[in-house]
């Protein structure tokens, strides 16, 4: 979908740069405007607002060889998945 707007569509309907807006995790307007507004600087992660031992665990994560890291990804989305079903299902629950 996307080659055929970037290849032949003059101008896409506005649905559909919203969906590929969302698809890609970025706001339809920077679609529509090509030139890059942040610098790398500009665009880093603001760790400000977090607790320095979890900053501390993330760094050490990073510095895991690769597949190691992997192995731990995979455990924590195992771990995650799990507490967002208990989750739903007590909020199933509280439904009358």
Known sequence: MINHYETQAVQPPIDKIEAIAEALGIKPSQLLDPSPKTTEKESAIDLTGIDPRSVKKLKD????????????????????????????????????
């Open 61 to 96: 994560i990073l510095s895991l060889p690769t597949e190691d890291r992997n192995v731990l990804y995979r455990m924590l989305n195992e771990l995650l998945r799990k507490n967002q079903l208990e989750n739903n299902a007590k909020l199933k629950a509280k439904e009358p």
